[in-house]
């Protein structure tokens, strides 16, 4: 009897951890900062974005019309946003810099002029 | 043999026209012993005689772009055309590496500007043309229009004992060539030796160059490791609408002008790249006619230029610099 009042208060304990555990690491999921940016011939909203270095931030992508890239070589970055669709990315950015991102993915006549900025300061 | 030997009896010139450039192979002493050993030595690597032969590399007509910077359409590529037609030595071959149109979503417009190139570059008067689509020509519908006019985008031939290799780096809509070209690529050299002359002819730079202007090829590692086990390969592009000339490991890289308008040289520019501003006093500038002098008079309808106007700027090579690399390791 005694050994099950044990076991049972063991398995508790094991199932609040496990709660709170999760919820904390659902509260710093929730904590990361995200940034919107919008792709749409032949441009993406916002054309300067500013990210602190060492801070962990996901980049919400949406193309609002054909599929377009997200590149920056610097940041390891090289995504592809599909037409009409959301890509999410999580980086956290190590080096300080203002680093130009480009559309990679041809997306019509003006695609070589679709370009934004990061800064990372 | 030593490389100064070779440049005794070697002479192979590439000689920038402006509208492209002009190559050239060639033995400066047309003599049997060493040099016959060495010709036959490099007939031997590709199943055919390396004879002597020119070509020209065009790039970048974008034929259907009007508007700034260059208002000026096809003139450039047209004039491109009458200087090709008359350069004393007739070229064996021109090889256009690129935007040879200007894309458009109008499927009926974009046949319309492919009919135009071709009804203009048909007017060269050379044995052979051979193409490479620009992502201008391919990156909207994967390369579909540009197959039905030009055939595969990507394909070798042999030609004097010279192996051409057209290589796609823009179909797949990003800068890249992927696995299957690769595969492709493997198997395509994979019967020459390491010293077989190869010219390979893409669009974007295999490099990078310039990867925030997109002037790179993501897996251009990966076909220049490919190439690394041939001593003697040459790589033409396009894209960058200027000249340019770079080398990584055995293998040197030429880029060609446009025939629309000019990008200024990276180096030391920050943000993005903008063309060069046309000149009303100098239309070609930048073009790739590199030397070209107004004549003062405008004529209703024409340009104020003259033929006798443009100059041919000599870039002329000997020894181990520039496309004599195509011979610069031969067995002799």
């Known amino acids: ?121 | 043999m030593k490389n100064t030997d070779r440049r005794s009896f070697l002479k192979i010139a590439g000689s920038s026209l402006g509208i492209g450039v002009l190559y050239s192979a060639y033995p400066a002493a047309r003599a049997g012993g060493e040099v016959g050993a060495m010709f036959a030595s490099l007939g031997k690597e590709s199943g055919e005689a390396v004879t002597p032969f020119s070509f020209v590399q065009l790039s970048d007509a974008h034929v259907g772009f009007n508007g700034p910077p260059d208002p000026l359409g096809t003139k450039a590529f047209e004039r491109a055309v009458e200087m090709i037609n008359a350069l004393p030595q007739r070229p064996d071959l021109v090889l256009f590496t690129g935007d040879l149109t200007h894309d458009t979503e109008d499927r009926n417009v974009h046949v319309e500007r492919m009919k135009q190139f071709q009804e203009i570059s048909k007017r060269i008067q050379v044995p052979m043309i051979r193409h490479v689509a620009g992502e201008h020509d391919a990156g909207l519908d994967g390369g579909a229009l540009y197959r039905e006019f030009f055939g595969e985008s990507y394909y070798s031939f042999d030609h004097r004992g010279v192996h051409f290799v057209g290589l796609d780096n823009v179909s797949r809509a990003k800068p890249e060539v992927g696995t299957e070209q690769l595969a492709w690529l493997k198997k395509d050299l994979a019967r020459f030796s390491k010293s077989a002359p190869i010219v390979v002819f893409t669009h974007r730079p295999l490099f990078d160059l310039r990867p925030d202007w997109e002037w790179f090829t993501s897996d251009g590692g990966d076909v220049m490791n490919v190439l690394s086990g041939y001593d003697n390969v040459t790589v033409l592009y396009g894209h960058i609408h200027r000249d340019d000339e770079h080398q990584t490991g055995n293998v040197r890289h030429y880029a060609a002008r446009s025939l629309i308008f000019g990008f200024p040289d990276p180096t030391g520019v920050s943000g993005p790249r903008k063309p060069m501003p046309f000149d009303k006093e100098h239309p070609f500038k930048n073009l790739g006619i590199r030397t070209v002098k107004f004549n003062g008079k405008v004529r209703p309808g024409s340009l104020p230029l003259s033929i006798e106007d443009v100059e041919l700027t000599a870039r002329e090579f000997q020894g181990i610099n520039g496309v004599q690399q195509l011979l610069r390791n031969p067995k002799v």
Do not use: W, Y
């Not at chain 1, 710093?28 to 940034?35: K, Q, T």
């Not at chain 1, 946003?81 to 080096?95: C, K, L, N, R």
């Open chain 1, 1 to 121: 009897m005694r050994s099950r009042v044990t076991r049972l208060v063991v398995m508790s304990l094991a199932l609040v951890g496990c709660v709170a555990l999760r919820g904390q690491r659902l509260a710093r999921a929730e904590d990361i900062p995200v940034v919107e940016i919008t792709a749409k011939r032949f441009a993406f909203s916002p054309d300067k974005i500013t990210l602190k270095k060492g801070q962990t931030v996901k980049l919400r992508l949406h193309s609002e019309d054909v599929t377009h890239g997200f590149f920056v070589r610097p940041l390891k970055l090289d995504e592809e946003i599909p037409a009409g669709g959301t890509t999410e990315v999580t980086i956290t950015p190590q080096t300080a810099g203002t680093f130009m991102t480009i559309c990679d993915h041809f997306c019509g006549a003006n695609h070589g002029n679709m370009n934004m900025t990061i800064v990372v300061e």
